[in-house]
């Protein structure tokens, strides 16, 4: 009887564990699979936010700082409060303009985790690409830099074995920006999988188009 009461204990300690672990990766994904969504015209209600709101209520969201270096209630607190002030106005406004909006939800949740994005970027072993998008800047490039992070976002998805990505909100973090010396958003970065630089695009309109010529090349 005895091991049958602890398995369950056990197995809920791991399952607990393993939550918090996979807690960014889930939101981010829902994240994404919405902001295309909206890229690509669909519209959007409140129930179809349902997934991403519950991901955000979670227990394992509450005790997420226990995971995340850096990361509090408050930051989670303040992601849901923007999340509602989307909702709140996507009764209100057409789908390309939910799109502007949901983009900066979605740069937000990047700015919450960023250390740990950061971390988990570089140690990744696979080849990586890096897009400093940006939440404030001109109309022209605002435009750019959503466009080119739905761009990057599709390519990725259709490969996600062989590379890893991570998207930065350059207005707010530019530390990485100043160290490779790419001072303009959008731009993309290629790296190796000993984190060295292999290729830089900086401000290009034909980004992805110029990114897969450039991978494509670099495997023959």
């Not at 270096?69 to 409060?81: A, E």
């Not at 060295?196 to 450039?214: C, G, T």
Request: proline content about 3%; aromatic content about 14%; charged content about 25%.
């Amino acid at each position: 009887m005895l091991i049958k009461i602890t398995f369950p204990v056990i197995l809920l300690i791991f399952i607990t564990g393993f939550s918090r672990a996979q807690y960014f990766e889930s939101v981010e994904k829902e994240a994404e699979r919405i902001l295309i969504s909206l890229s690509d015209g669909d519209s959007l209600n409140s129930s179809e936010l349902a997934g991403l709101k519950n991901l955000l209520d979670s227990e394992v969201g509450i005790e997420v700082s226990k995971a995340f270096p850096n990361v509090n209630s408050r930051s989670i607190d303040s992601l849901k409060i923007h999340l509602n002030e989307f909702e709140s106005e996507l009764k209100n406004i057409p789908t390309d303009s939910a799109f502007v909006l949901f983009n900066e939800w979605y740069l937000h949740l990047q700015n919450i985790f960023y250390n740990y994005s950061q971390q988990k970027f570089f140690s990744s072993p696979k080849q990586k690409i890096l897009l400093f998008s940006t939440s404030m800047s001109c109309y022209c490039t605002l435009k750019m830099s959503r466009e080119q992070t739905v761009e990057l976002l599709k390519f990725i998805s259709e490969i996600p074995e062989e590379y890893d990505y991570w998207i930065i909100d350059s207005y707010w973090y530019n530390d990485l920006q100043i160290e490779y010396e790419t001072l303009f958003a959008p731009s993309v970065i290629v790296f190796n999988d000993n984190n060295e630089v292999l290729y830089i695009i900086e401000y290009e309109e034909k980004m992805l188009s110029i990114l897969e010529k450039y991978l494509s090349t670099e495997k023959n």
